[in-house]
């Protein structure tokens, strides 16, 4: 196949140009457009919220998440180690707080067994909170992320965060539309059980608004902060008066124009990527046990916004090595996330991750968006099978 296939790329296929054009026709093309407003209504909706606040990105609204949850410098907040580095620098260091790093079970989402021990073996449970019996910080809050779309344990994480008195932030950046279909939480969508949850509407993510994100909570008055502060602690519109340090992380009408049309079709972009998924699940067997994939709770749905693939130990081609080969079949693919404890910012954090460095360096996400056919899924797992049986 001579065609490039990319790993992902916006699908637009409704009234984005629609939309734009009347916030254009309007001169409203900064944060204070009607469509902010509406994209907020529309979400919030969507997910069974009272309120949505639209920022600038999912980072913004991880920074926003951290605030309005109390995290403060010195403390120490449990996050994964196989993540984007944006799920850590927000909810830590933009904060003043320090990570400790956990690894992922099957389901590429944090471990939470791991994240019990600590809490019960390593920590002391006082009045007004959590403390790491080795350093004494106060561990304030669980950093929890739904990796590529696929829900973490969150009936045992719910559990673990009431019984150590931690604020539950959930980064859903990859997971708009993740939701339980049975069990005690069925009908609960990834980013709306804990305390406060963000999602992401950057150019790659399963609706996008080119670079945007949305902060939901289950305390109002939180919600509430989290939209102040993202227009700078604003108190009076036309004196500019602001009563604390604020930040410029609206989401702008432009950007909520492109968000509104995309909404309108989630249910048929998340339909894309199960349609690509099931392809994967009729093509990746005849790679056998050259692959394992990304483990999906019975409970739960996933929405594919990667799909991935570990390579087994018995190949012996490095990780990077299958992708060059791909890359030169004209097929973009993708590493999973680097360990966060492995890069240069956070190499003195805490760490209890011994799986998340196997994984990551086996893994790969493969190409994954709505636009791909039957043909082009059929050729990525061909070409992956013909590179991996070369070189077992």
Not at 183 to 195: H, I, Y
Request: charged share 20%; aromatic share 8%.
């Amino acid at each position: 196949m001579s065609e490039f296939i990319p790993l992902s790329v916006p699908n637009f296929c409704g009234n984005e140009r629609k939309y734009v054009d009347e916030a254009l026709d309007g001169a409203w093309v900064s944060t204070s457009g009607a469509k902010v407003g509406e994209m907020e209504e529309c979400i919030a909706k969507y997910v069974g919220m009272p309120e949505a606040v639209c920022c600038a990105s999912g980072s913004a609204g991880l920074h926003l998440a951290a605030l309005v949850a109390g995290v403060k410098p010195g403390d120490e907040v449990i996050v994964p180690a196989l993540t984007f580095i944006a799920s850590v620098n927000p909810t830590t260091r933009y904060v003043g707080a320090e990570p400790v790093f956990f690894g992922c079970d099957e389901t590429a989402t944090m471990d939470p067994d791991a994240v019990e021990d600590f809490c019960a073996n390593q920590c002391e449970l006082k009045a007004d909170g959590l403390y790491n019996k080795r350093t004494g910080a106060k561990v304030s809050a669980l950093v929890l992320v739904h990796v590529f779309g696929n829900m973490a344990d969150m009936p045992r994480f719910l559990r673990i965060a009431k019984d150590y008195k931690l604020t539950l932030i959930e980064d859903a950046a990859e997971a708009l539309g993740t939701k339980y279909t049975e069990g005690e939480l069925a009908g609960k969508f990834a980013g709306t059980m804990g305390d406060v949850g963000v999602y992401s509407f950057n150019g790659n993510k399963i609706i996008t608004t080119g670079s945007g994100g949305v902060v939901v909570s289950n305390h109002p008055e939180w919600a509430a902060r989290a939209k102040h502060l993202s227009t700078q602690a604003k108190t009076d519109l036309l004196q500019f008066k602001h009563d604390e340090v604020g930040y410029n992380y609206r989401m702008t009408n432009l950007q909520a124009a492109v968000g509104l049309a995309q909404l309108e079709n989630v249910q048929w972009h998340l339909a894309q990527r199960k349609r690509v998924a099931a392809l994967y699940e009729k093509y990746l067997p005849m790679l056998g046990d050259l692959v394992s994939t990304q483990a999906v709770p019975a409970q739960a749905n996933h929405v594919y916004w990667m799909n991935s693939v570990i390579l087994s130990e018995s190949v012996k081609l490095s990780r990077d090595e299958v992708m060059a080969q791909m890359e030169a079949r004209n097929i973009e693919m993708r590493p999973l996330f680097y360990p966060m404890h492995i890069m240069p910012p956070y190499k003195d954090a805490t760490v209890h991750a011994p799986v998340a460095e196997s994984v990551s360096s086996r893994g790969i996400n493969l190409p994954s968006h709505g636009k791909l056919t039957e043909e082009q899924v059929r050729y990525i797992v061909e070409s992956l099978k013909d590179i991996l049986e070369q070189n077992k």
